[in-house]
């Protein structure tokens, strides 16, 4: 009963955070139900990029319907982020459970501390300029970074294609947030896919997870642009801070 219940919550709060910045669902949910439930951690990481699909498909229906979502300067990076994330998540299963575990929960406080630091900033008017061939370079290197990323922790994906589409591309936030929804959607699936195909999974938490991220992402995304984004970095920082702290002391102990 205890594991439906986190299972429902993780999946939930997990699809909140997608669908208001993009965030990977697998940060909430890998190292949650590592930490909670004891469940090797590449099966996590498989269940948790599973829910990403869906939450992050609803978060991109969203988005589109809002036309933000820009993929022409984007696409170059799309494709090596797929690529290094299929490497990764083969790469990643040869890492030692209790090594991996613990790498996911200071993993979730990096993160959380990257919102309060260097908070995502909000800009009026897209800047997208020519696609040159620096960018080009920028995109594949970076590319090939969230890749590593997503397939080995399952995580930070969503966020570093954020900080790559807004800093390097010149995408506004509501666009940047949009774009790197809707490649999270193609990067989680074929990383659940490797993942699930050498680990195995648990189905049953893999269906429950899944519709709790998809609820909660769809929740959240009607409401993104609502929200001040000064506070929203503040309030996501924040809780990924404690919740990354609380997860790791809970590991050690």
């Known amino acids: 009963m205890i594991d ?3 299972y ?3 999946g939930f709060l997990a699809g909140v955070a997608t669908g208001l910045v993009g965030l990977s669902a ?3 949910i890998a190292p ?3 930490t909670l439930l004891g469940m090797n951690p590449y099966v996590a990481i498989g269940i948790a990029l599973a829910s990403d699909v869906f939450a992050s498909s609803f978060s991109a229906f969203h988005y589109i319907k809002n036309k933000n979502i820009r993929l022409k300067s984007a696409g170059v990076m799309a494709v090596t982020v797929l690529i290094f994330t299929i490497a990764a998540s083969y790469l990643s299963s040869n890492a030692k459970p209790a090594n991996l575990g613990a790498m996911l929960n ?3 406080v990096l993160l959380g501390l990257r919102f309060l630091v260097f908070p995502i900033q909000e800009k009026q008017n897209n800047t997208i300029l020519k696609f040159t061939k620096s960018k080009f370079i920028a995109s594949v290197f970076w590319g090939a970074v969230i890749g590593l990323i997503s397939g080995y922790f399952g995580a930070g994906g969503g966020l570093s294609m954020l900080a790559v589409l807004t800093v390097v591309l010149g995408y506004n936030l509501k666009s940047a947030v949009g774009t790197s929804v809707f490649i999270m959607v193609f990067t989680a699936l074929v990383g659940a896919t490797t993942h699930i195909v ?3 999974t648990d189905w049953l938490a893999l269906v429950i997870t899944s519709f709790s991220a ?3 992402a769809n929740i959240a995304s009607v409401y993104a642009n609502k929200i001040n984004h000064k506070i929203l970095n503040i309030v996501i920082g ?3 801070v404690a919740f990354g702290i609380f997860l790791t002391l809970s590991y050690i102990l």
Do not use: R, Y
């Open 4 to 6: 439906l219940f986190i």
């Open 8 to 10: 429902i919550i993780g």
């Open 26 to 28: 697998a940060v909430i």
């Open 32 to 34: 949650m139900f590592v």
């Open 106 to 108: 200071i993993f979730v």
């Open 198 to 200: 050498i680990g195995g």
């Open 214 to 216: 998809m609820v909660g």
């Open 238 to 240: 924040s809780v990924l």
